[in-house]
């Protein structure tokens, strides 16, 4: 995505400006039925509209059982921000570009009108499995979260066992939580799996694993977090790639590195509200070669949302304008401030790049 500066000068999106020379990568020069680019808004046009919003979770998910969000209007609709608590506002500000894009330029062009997804099950015990994925009616994949913090392998086991008894595909997800010796054990011991989602957190464990291991690896954290997202595919250390809209800058940066990626692609959730999932499934809606369910179904773990959640249908959800509710449910004064500060900072990082 490219926005005009306060100064005038162009820049492009953090991950890249779409390469049309590549076969198979859609196109986002502008044309007549497209709108012109956006001048940047300044921080104040978006906290004109900006709420901060406080959304409770049926399950502690990420170690957290509250989602904080800021979600602000454009022309185009609406946009969100919100980054993880812990990371820094030179990692946060892809994030806002994300959210500024939505905002103020909207979607690209749809080749699909819906998008199969997965279910997704925290950390909880195997025998809350079933009821987690009642909640995803038709899905025929379930992701399912594991290495957690002072749960066992054996927490793991049974918890994939209980999914495995409900769907036929499952996948896995450690979110880097094992060394290569202790991933390359649990893998086997938990058996066969559609893939395994960030084993490890570096790109070179993650080649470790790929090497000894029959299992499918996907990377999420070492394209996302990284500074150079097509390492993974250098180091040949990934099978498939999670690539999630709001940390990679944007609808369009999604779909332009998914064209330079070697492998296939899954668009997932970073957790995000309607705002944020209504943005995941139009970017997948968009995507070439799109052929593995997608994680865009975390709305179902909160137990409210800024808008009504995206209807599943037979497993899968149809693209979506969302229009937030009159009845938020607000962040206090105190936090409602420390995201305005943050976005504050971010936007200035965002304009001076």
Known sequence: MVFSSPVG?????????????????PTFRLTPKNPPPPGMPTADDLLDTA?????PMHTRFRGTRVREALVFQGPAGWGEFAPFPEYDDAEAKTWLAAGIEAAFLGPPEPIREEVRINATVPAVPAEDVAALVARYPGVDTVKVKVAEPGQSLADDVARVEAARELVGTVRIDANGGWGVAEAIEAIK????????EQPCRTVEELAEVRGSVKALIAADESIRRSGDPLRVATLKAADIAV?????????????????????????????????????????????????RA?????????SRDVASSFRIHHGAMKRRRIQPGLDLPLASAEREQWWHDRLRRCHELLIRR
Not at 13 to 18: D, L, Q
Not at 189 to 196: F, P
Not at 251 to 280: C, E, H, N, Q, Y
């Open 243 to 291: 690539l999630k809209v709001a940390p990679l800058g944007g609808m369009r940066s999604l779909i332009a590195l998914a064209g330079k990626l070697p492998m296939d692609v899954v668009v997932s959730s970073a957790l995000d509200t309607a705002i944020g999932i209504a943005a995941g499934v139009d970017a997948a809606t968009a995507l070439p070669g799109l052929h």
């Open 51 to 55: 709420k901060v919003v406080s959304l």
């Open 294 to 302: 997608c994680g865009l179904g975390t709305g179902e773990l909160f």
């Open 9 to 25: 000068r162009n820049k492009e999106s953090n991950v890249g400006a779409t390469d049309d020379r590549k076969k198979g990568v």
């Open 189 to 196: 011991a938990i058996g066969d799996v559609e893939y395994v």
